[in-house]
């Protein structure tokens, strides 16, 4: 197995605790002047873990072309060792999302004991049946879960039931259906009927549901459908989780929204009518980019976290949701942009941890709403690095994560023992 | 009593009535080769109404000015005279929605026999509190039936409950509320608690509607507030209704939606779930810009109609929705701009009425994404002018609306019977 | 070749002549009232043609997935038949776009012969550096014309330069260049040397059109990259063709836009600076959607048509842009596609054709916002179907082209004759 | 005059100090291991200064309603004692921007005296004729200098030759042109004609604009008009600024975009164009929402500074863009705002010049992606409060300065000293 040694990380933290120990030390000191104490902080940080989807690994592309790297990822096996180094780095993505039928293995307790070996546990499966398979009976070309024709519904419930026994054999607890079913011209769907035949195979799915899973529902504005989409918006889809019953949430993709919209009160709404399932992180300019996490809008993350532990404080009910990333790497390797997303993300937490909710609280009630922003700039503006780093040292991963990972040669070992298969593994494009 | 003689319409109808004619069975001609009726168009176009709000008669503005035109209506009285002879041109428009304390008089009795008069009813009443009236003794500054003061909110409750009583005075059936509220800073309002109390204060004025009264909720993205609004979206507008009751359903402003946003998708989950209670119809380019009906997106209109014909060709269940016009007239006459919204609003209603309803779901049946898009496109062409023309003429109003009302001299006789106070007596700035 | 008889398209317009003379009379009639010539109208339609881009002819795709037709053409000789059988239907599409290296063949005089002998000449060609070739030499991951490498650029220019050579043996006369050079991370590009770099490359091959040539270039605003995009906007756009000199010119996309832009305006700005050079026609709800023209934004379409006429109408100089559709069919039969919306690009022509320009200049010097506003719709809600059909029926075309097309047979043909090689031949995903 | 003690705010900042020093030291020992100096970065950012509108000092508020606070300034002698107010704490903000009529006097050599008395300088004077003034001849209500009337153009130009005047009597140097001129109707101006004419005007402006001032265009992509606007984008904004001639400069407003726009590559293209005049500084979410500068989306800031601090370093020619805060403070108290928007702006001016160019350069030129983004995340993510901190205190200003202002009693005196008028004294609504 292609892996990164513990005693090279180490090793190659030693030449950065030193101002590493300075730097924590003089933020513990600056922050228990507000009266907030750096060790818990570290301790919530070390618990916070956010999973990594196996297709990530892989370079992504657009509907225009594909620029792969080297040393890509052939099999799920291969997406496992760079999830490996990907933890073994950040140490915070202690768990993999799998994508089927892209990873489907003939035998998944060999993938299990793999993954058992590196220490990953599995995550949330997702079904695919916005793409033919070779030898598919039906195609999905116009729709799948809402299909005008029955068979077509058919083959897809079975393929997510399938999905789930794949999940159950990986240890798995949750389901994220995505469809991309939809319409490109007005008139094309009957939206009402399509919706309606949605939720029906939903159902058949929800009720093979194992008792202690949870189903997610994604929605998404466009794309790849252009003109309508079955779950276009939280709107659609909080109410088909709301028919389909507890056990069906709704996940948040951060790139799936109209322009301009609210996506933190959306978080906010999801939490208050027990229907936040979790969330695919990432970020967009224009649509559904799958940028890097808190690359363009890092205030945006932060805001989101800002609900996520108001939530949590209030002891929220039913309030667990799941975290992930999901982007597309186009112009980056992929290990550095899912070890550098997921610290963003734990960033966003950290800071959102150092808000003084009392204080915010009474701002709020005052109607006092320069010193309610103030009170979250403070936290957002703290430079919270010396956290993340030592959250990483301590847990045995790497302080500077990204250049360590360079300088362990891992992809470039990689490209020698993974040659180019010239056909495209990573699922998308 | 200002008005536009019978007599003097009908004059003037002579001048158009050949070619009308000539138009109307050339139009009953081509539309018998596709089996259609062109009388029960007239018919069902002859029982399209789409209701006036008040506060349209007068000139509009922005935040930066508001340029007034001559004989302007100074109060409700006024503004009733032209809705009349809005009405009496276009006769589809035999509805007024007040808005108080706007239109607020102390005589109701006196108002509703005016109205009786001019053959105009009242529908749906307007609450306002989005703006600190003189005296108040609570100001809305930072909300009203979510601010986090309870005096402030029992005020906005009470404001509401006497609006109903206007509205009851008056003959009408349906309440229409929208807030002003939300934030302008991250931080500002818990978003979570603002919706409860927001649902808290809604209870109460839910629990004092008349037993055959409605309660219309209007969502907007934003505009006062410019953070977050409390019913942002159609998703949290839906949630409200279901958490207040049946007799609660969700309005469309087609102008308050984020960019690109499917409205008329929107429009068919309302339906769906039984909660589409009516339209403020507008059109706009980029917020909530009120403009007139169809003059920017006349397809997406006609969409909307589909949508609705659709619904009524299935008697879907509880679908009853209320049309009404909302526009800001900032650099047209008022009078002129609700003629022509009007008819433009029932222009996609008889051009839905034209779908072929079977061959389209066939269509949709079969995925012929063509021809589905045709047969609304092929609705779309043709042109109804003639059908709205005769409707206009045999219900006793205008053929050539706008021509003849200028014609008439209503504006400049308005102008020497109603001196500019120098105020703003449109309401909005 | 495969074609679509002449005699069967004859007899098929059979059952149609006596309504469409019918129809025809009638409109010519009522335009008479206001002066207009039918005759005239219907000659411009028989001389505006728009082009159709070879690879719209294959089924498009999203980078998720691409779900191919039956009978798909297999190489550019294949494409001409679909576009000869496109222009022998529609009679307003005798042009073809091709695009490099898709379309290359070895002997572009057995190509030109083919076109000449279904009546098709070729105009703008198009480069393609935002895919890598197999055995390229430099990537374009990074970018092609405005490469941080020398070398890469140099590559680019070149391919651009094969380009222009490949179109003189076909005898087009434009280049169209479009990049998808771009940053998907603040911070990946220098956006002034990346532009400055741009421009050095565009000077390279401008220096080598040929006299008689144009060059347009394409502005987008996103997509592929997701951050910046070297020619985000018409302002890059025209700044750039500035630079360049008088044979360059900027082209519209209409997808290829900020939500909420006003593109007739954008089209008269270029239109006043002397910077028209064409449009790529489509029609798009959230981005670069590629949807049928006119499918969603048909009043949009006709306001571009309206500055067109314009234009036209007062001989502005230097006023020659070229037409093309610019589509990618997911859903549709492309043919079926590219003979509706190059009706539909016809269709606002005509429409603006009607437009009393006299009328409305006196309306915009009056300010008289309502009348001018009204000028528009009146020209666009006459049904012009009766010209358009009678253009094509006169031009030898099919009055009921997607009909026609679909009794021929021609499809079912085309999947015998062209079995499935597997592979995606139709260039863009 | 009404102002804040300098013995005042020097006892306030005894309390900050001791842990100011701390806090300052740290980060300079933490800059120094990049090889940054910390007393240099404290020197620039004394010497970064932002201009105050004259009429922010005013609450501000939408079409809907204003809801004013107390002690609000009545006229310009009042609203420069805020201006002092706030730049005797922020110490950053040392000249202010005029807006006339607004601010007219009958003697500006008084208003110069009082501002030379408070240690003011009065910069970028700004027209008004997107407003009708009484008693003005002609109304403003459908253009001004691209009116199709003539005299109304004629009276837009006096108007600003008056305020060019206005401003040469306070010792200003430049001066703001914004104009609300559009539409709401297609159709109801004439693209190409309205912008001929608005070039025309502004020639005549430019004609007589002293020989030592430059003057600014502003773009608005809309409100107060809802269709098209005249200078619609920075695309129509330079063409017009290099119509007029080399003292002709665009200045950006950051809410004046469409959705998604990439307003920093729009910052970068000015600069390179020799054509960056300033900027007008505030944060938006959904249009021209005037929030609080960096509110909401403090990395854009950042990226613009990114810009700024770029073409500082490579010396570009032509380069000295006026800063200046434009916001409306509707639910704040606006010297607050005002004092907390410019320590935002000056906040990221500091983090963007920790960036390390020759490292950033590097990356870009071996296209690593990666490491780019990273070195400007490095910079971004470092707090520099304690730089902004003691910027204040050496500089004579409070280190807490909003704390420091709550405490001052200023508001509280003010709504003694300025009883309310009634009226709107903030110019806008």
């Avoid at 989780?241 to 507890?246: F, I, K």
């Avoid at 309030?319 to 390797?333: C, E, G, I, K, R």
Wanted: include cysteine; glycine fraction near 6%.
């Amino acid at each position: 197995m292609h892996r990164i040694e513990k005693s090279f990380i180490s090793e190659e933290n030693q030449q950065y605790i030193t101002d590493l120990n300075k730097d924590f030390d003089y933020l513990g000191e600056k922050l228990s002047r507000s009266g907030l104490d750096i060790e818990k902080l570290t301790d919530a940080a070390v618990k916070f873990q956010i999973a990594v989807p196996s297709w990530g690994t892989g370079t992504g592309g657009t509907r225009f072309a594909r620029f792969p790297g080297v040393g890509e990822p052939r099999n799920i096996f291969e997406k496992l060792e760079d999830c490996a180094a990907i933890n073994d780095l950040s140490a915070c993505t202690n768990s993999v999302s799998p994508h089927f039928p892209w990873d489907k293995v003939d035998d998944f307790s060999e993938l299990k004991q793999q993954s058992d070996a590196v220490g990953l546990s599995w995550i949330a499966v997702n079904s695919n049946t916005f793409q033919d398979q070779k030898d598919q009976a039906h195609s999905y070309k116009y729709g799948s879960l809402s299909h005008t024709d029955a068979a077509t519904r058919q083959q897809a419930i079975e393929h997510n039931l399938d999905v789930i026994s794949y999940g159950q054999a990986l240890g798995a607890k949750s389901l994220t259906v995505w469809v991309g079913d939809g319409s490109n011209h007005p008139g094309q769907q009957h939206f009402q009927r399509s919706f309606e035949r949605y939720l029906e195979s939903m159902k058949k799915i929800y009720a093979e549901l194992p008792s202690d899973w949870e189903m997610h529902i994604e929605h998404k504005m466009f794309e790849p459908a252009f003109y309508s989409t079955v779950i276009q918006d939280w709107g659609s889809n909080i109410l088909a989780a709301m028919e389909l019953g507890p056990k069906c949430k709704s996940l948040v993709d951060l790139g799936h929204h109209a322009p301009n919209v609210n996506i933190e009160m959306i978080v906010s709404r999801l939490i208050q009518f027990k229907k936040l399932g979790g969330f695919h992180f990432n970020d967009s300019k224009y649509g559904d980019d799958d940028l890097d996490s808190g690359s363009l809008h890092p205030y945006q993350q932060f805001l989101i976290f800002n609900e996520l532990v108001d939530a949590e404080a209030r002891q929220q009910e039913g309030f667990s949701p799941a975290y992930m990333l999901d982007q597309s790497h186009n112009v980056t390797d992929p290990i550095e942009s899912l070890i550098n997303s997921a610290a963003e993300v734990q960033r966003s937490y950290i800071k959102a941890l150092l808000i003084d909710r009392e204080a915010l609280y009474a701002h709020q009630t005052a109607n006092d709403a320069m010193m309610a922003s103030s009170e979250l700039k403070k936290a957002f503006n703290l430079d919270v690095s010396p956290i993340l780093a030592m959250t990483r040292y301590r847990a045995g991963g790497a302080i500077e994560a990204i250049a360590t990972y360079r300088k362990s040669g891992y992809r470039q070992q990689a490209a020698i023992k993974r040659p180019s298969t010239g056909g495209n593994t990573s699922g998308i494009v």
